[in-house]
């Protein structure tokens, strides 16, 4: 893992409020952190260049899109690999690039190896992403789904 960048105050407060305004311009933000434009600039810039601003994207509503359904899956992988196979967590790894309906995926510690976070419009679509892409991986042994009700905090906003 990356060693961390180094971040004063000036550079959190900056974070701060490009992660609740994204699209501010840098005259808003250099007054909201005490900087002038060309300072704010700067930093941002640094903190891009280093790595630690990854990139800007629009926050899209699923609901408003179609995308009403969301779920959990835990995947268990087989744990036996033939010598000339590629490991079965590296495939599955690369498999779930090509699976649009997996919004995020990371890797566990515990009985089960993957979580997926899986966004469809409905039930019939899940079904279908089960049984054509999840289950039909061969490297694919076990999982559990489970279903969002309600949505009670979501953010993409990390506590600086």
């Given amino acids: 893992m990356d060693d961390p960048t180094p971040l004063d105050g000036v550079d959190r407060r900056l974070l701060q409020v490009l992660q609740a305004q994204g699209r501010c311009t840098y005259d808003e933000l250099a007054s909201q952190v005490g900087l002038s434009a060309s300072a704010a600039l700067r930093r941002v810039k640094r903190l891009e260049d280093s790595g630690v601003i990854a990139g800007y994207v629009a926050l899209v509503s699923p609901e408003r899109v179609g995308l009403g359904l969301t779920a959990y899956i835990n995947v268990r992988l087989e744990k036996h690999t033939e010598s000339h196979k590629r490991n079965p967590m590296d495939l599955f790894a690369a498999s779930v ?44 042994q076990d999982c559990k789904t489970s279903f969002v009700l309600q949505r009670v905090k979501g953010t993409t906003a990390l506590a600086l």
């Fill in 97 to 140: 690039q090509a699976w649009p309906e997996v919004v995020e995926c990371s890797a566990l510690t515990g009985e089960m190896d993957f979580l997926l976070r899986v966004v469809v419009r409905d039930m019939a679509h899940y079904s279908r992403f089960i049984m054509e892409s999840l289950l039909k991986h061969p490297s694919v």
